[in-house]
């Protein structure tokens, strides 16, 4: 029996004029992610994506392999497995029990629910609904129909092509394709709220590359390792993911040195907004992304947020600004980044932390507590000190860095 994958489309339908963008980008994306997984070809119609295996072989063909890639394809609000039937109701019916037999052996109650995209076909979906349920109730007679409220929808879709039948469609990774919505440059560290940062602004079409900061030998090569690790698998998503890293070591050493212990994380993370802002300019990155989450450390007060953002030359997206810790863990682990996140590996925010930080600082008193250091120079040489590390999904599959970078606004 044929079986292809269907990804609907979410919000990009009501995109108007851009759509046709829009898919180019979808398409070029899948089709790189086939290439991990075998043969399929990959085509577009009435606003669903058809992706088809080439061969009958799993091994050169691994639909369900293909299957958990497309789940990660930003854009869609449903993605699943369907099985191909020729237009005639003998055909959609003995497909539909056929292939529908081992999943509904186990349940109780099912509906069907037809969909006729080809108005030629000569039946109207009710009636094929009713054709599909006595079908499928003749050779599983332990199953009952409920309308309000079944265990399994049986969807059977009368497409261009050919009819589709599945059940239980999935969920797919919702959002917006992946570099649609601009460029912006994520402040990554260790944590666990930053990956999830840089996960949800990609997840609304923001093309991310990622910054991070090190202070070596305050903060170890595992440490840097750890959030590199935490870039590859933001890649699950985003297919590649440059990441610059910036050494503090000096700046911190002479926050130490110079300023009031009080202010020390302070200080530190408005040198971070400078440094993250030159490095946007230089990337052409109009916005910044951090993890910070309302009240959750001292740094993360309002009036601590107020005076590092006094820093920033460019917006600064904050997602988890208004989540709980338990809300931000749960997305880490919906990506796989949890785990991770909380090996214990020190963040250079960590070295020579105040004993007690400020909560509510007043911004012309930290400029005060600064005051001692010559900015422009550390500022200058941390800059210096910058590389950049570009980590990818699959090693030997070649990036679509042209779709990015914001070309399709919206
Ligand atoms: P996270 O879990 O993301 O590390 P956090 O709750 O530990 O966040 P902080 O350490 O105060 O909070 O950091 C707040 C934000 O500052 C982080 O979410 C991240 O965006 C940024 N940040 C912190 N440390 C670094 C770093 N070493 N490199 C880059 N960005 C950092
Ligand atoms: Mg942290």
Known sequence: MKEVILCKYGEIILKGANKGSFETILLKELRRRTKAVGNFSVRVAQSTVYIEPESDDPFESDIDA???????????????????????????????????ADSLRTKKTFKCEAKRADKKFPMKSPEISAEVGGAILEKLPHLRVSLDAPETVVRIEVRDRGAYIHADQTPG?????????????????????????????????????????????????????????????????????????????????????????????????????????????????PVLITGESLGQVASQTTA???STEAEADRPVFRPCIGLDKEEIIKISRSID????????????????????????????????????????????????????????????????SDNLGGNYEL
């Open 304 to 306: 601590a947020i107020c």
């Open 66 to 100: 293909m299957l958990e890639q497309a789940k990660k394809v930003f854009g869609f609000v449903a993605v699943t497995k369907a099985a191909v039937a020729e237009k005639n109701i003998d055909d959609i019916c003995r497909v539909a029990a056929d292939y529908l």
């Open 173 to 285: 990774a919702g959002g917006i394709p992946y570099g649609c919505g601009g460029k912006g440059l994520l402040l990554l560290s260790g944590g666990i709220d930053s990956p999830v940062a840089g996960y949800m602004m990609a997840k609304r079409g923001l093309s991310v590359d990622a910054l991070y900061f090190e202070s070596i030998p305050y903060t170890s090569l595992r440490a840097r390792e750890k959030v590199l690790t935490l870039a590859k698998k933001l890649t699950e998503y985003t297919g590649f993911m440059r990441v610059h890293i910036i050494s503090l070591t000096k700046i911190q050493e002479m926050i130490r040195d110079n300023c009031e212990e009080d202010y020390f994380t302070l200080i530190l993370r408005r040198f971070m907004m400078r440094l993250a802002s030159m490095t946007a300019e230089h990337i052409g990155a």
């Open 337 to 400: 980044t949890f785990d991770t996140s909380i090996e214990p590996y020190e963040d250079c925010c960590t070295v020579f932390t105040p004993r007690h930080p400020r909560t509510r600082p007043e911004l012309a008193k930290v400029i005060a507590a600064e005051s001692e250091l010559d900015h422009e120079a550390l500022i200058r040489e941390a800059f210096e000190t910058r590389f950049t590390v570009t980590v990818r999904q699959f090693e030997d599959i070649p990036d679509t």
